[in-house]
């Protein structure tokens, strides 16, 4: 206990906050002691107006991310908080472990699960003020961290930097987080050495979730009969236009079969509660699907397209918000993003739709940042489209960026770059377009533009 109290004397001063101690003396002035006062206090429980909390009421607000709109403050109920201490434990976690944390404490992956998994555990926590990937070794090594949470993006900042003696002299084991793409899942576990990745879902306002507790590289978890039974979640069938589930002549939704996209819901219940978001009713129940399968029940909308394959492993394939249609097919920007970061000359990729006069639907763009001393090498990508995806998912315009825009828990945000599109007038930065009879990406200048836009050319 005294060899804790100094290690908190760096921080204290400018922590600003209050501590206290299971103790009933201490060595520092500014710390507080407990269990000196238990012993005077009363027997009797307080009197007191105030509601009793219970597991179904509020406990915190968290704002999500705001990908794909404003953020907004959802409810969390005090059995979610309750079941997300359980994560690293999930996870393969031990009390033993020493975890680094480097998120932003008011999103729930370092909060709830981070933090809240350590408690749970009797783990020691390591936090950072803020991520640095050119840090991030040497602190591991420095505090002899064996666990790490990641989220987004993280691990690819991770790969992307340069090489160091660190990353192949720590003693993690164990990577646990949510928001990892396949290709750069391979590179990691072959630079960084064997860690076992635990890739997982979940959501703010909802408790549905996945771990992926094997060595599969890709899927977000499994769809056992175990994880069904505690947490029931059903994937759905909708319109490929609108996204709405289809619903039968009984206004019944309808279950995919496996190996095909379904829109991911789960029952509202005791286990996952949905208490909505703060002061808005409106957006609250368009959350909510009534009437799924039979009269009366009640599911919570997740917006996110998945794919169970035949051996049950769950993969996500794309938001909604993100998905756009383009030649009548569905082109998903996860799919995409993952191809084109393969290419050892593209640093990071953002894909989204942008709309195109005289054409239905959206047409595919990227916005893509250049690993240094690299240039856009448009056959190589066209060459490797070729190859990789079907001509309806090939991206038709390309913009080149210094860095992309992410939210605080590095997730890519898009609404400025749909709302921008392709015009060289509203854009700065270099733009690219697909000459497919060239196999080519060719600048767009503007005439190019106004002959896209007139329909001179053709996509």
Wanted: aromatic letters at 10%; charged letters at 20%; proline letters at 5%.
């Amino acid at each position: 206990m005294i060899y804790l109290i100094r290690c908190v004397d760096e921080v204290l001063p400018d922590a600003g906050l209050e501590v206290w101690v299971a103790a009933e003396s201490s060595t520092h002035q500014s710390i507080g002691t407990l269990l000196d006062k238990l012993e005077s206090a009363s027997p009797e429980k307080p009197v007191t107006d105030a509601p009793q909390p219970n597991l179904m009421s509020n406990f915190l607000f968290i704002f999500t991310s705001g990908t794909t709109g404003l953020p907004k403050a959802a409810r969390i109920s005090h059995i979610k908080a309750v079941m997300c201490m359980a994560f690293l434990r999930l996870c393969g976690a031990g009390a033993r472990d020493r975890v680094y944390l480097t998120l932003p404490l008011y999103h729930m992956s370092a909060s709830l699960l981070g933090i809240g998994g350590c408690i749970e555990l009797g783990a020691t926590c390591v936090l950072k003020r803020k991520f640095s990937a050119s840090q991030f070794w040497k602190d591991c090594v420095k505090y002899d961290i064996t666990v790490f949470q990641y989220i987004g993006e993280l691990c690819r900042y991770l790969v992307n930097q340069p090489k160091t003696a660190e990353e192949v002299a720590h003693k993690v084991r164990l990577a646990a987080g949510s928001g990892l793409r396949a290709d750069v899942w391979t590179q990691f576990l072959r630079r960084f050495g064997k860690i076992q990745i635990r890739e997982s879902y979940g959501l703010t306002e909802a408790s549905i979730g996945f771990v992926n507790y094997t060595d599969e590289i890709g899927p977000i978890g499994r769809a056992s009969y175990f994880n069904k039974l505690s947490l029931p979640f059903e994937f759905l069938k909708c319109d490929p236009q609108t996204h709405e589930p289809i619903r039968t002549d009984t206004g019944h939704c309808i279950k995919v079969s496996k190996g095909e996209a379904g829109l991911l819901v789960a029952p509202v219940m005791f286990t996952n509660p949905f208490l909505g978001y703060a002061g808005d009713k409106a957006m609250s129940e368009k959350k909510l699907l009534r009437d799924v399968f039979k009269s009366g029940d009640v599911y919570f909308n997740t917006g996110d397209l998945m794919l169970q394959d035949h051996r049950d492993f769950v993969y996500f394939k794309d938001r909604i918000g993100d998905t756009f249609r383009w030649k009548g097919e569905n082109v998903s920007t996860t799919e995409v993003s993952e191809v084109l970061g393969c290419l050892d000359f593209l640093l990071d990729v953002s894909v989204y739709g942008v709309t195109v006069p005289g054409y239905e639907g959206r047409a595919g763009m990227a916005a893509v940042v250049l690993k240094d001393g690299h240039g856009l090498d448009g056959d190589r990508l066209y060459s490797h489209l070729l190859h990789t995806l079907p001509p309806y998912a090939w991206p038709c315009f390309l913009r080149v960026q210094t860095s992309l825009d992410v939210t605080d828990t590095f997730k890519q945000q898009k609404g400025r770059l749909v709302q921008e599109g392709f015009s060289p007038d509203t854009v700065q930065q270099p733009l690219f377009f697909l000459d497919a009879s060239r196999k080519t990406y060719m600048p767009l200048t503007a005439q190019l533009y106004d002959h896209i836009v007139s329909g001179k050319i053709r996509l």
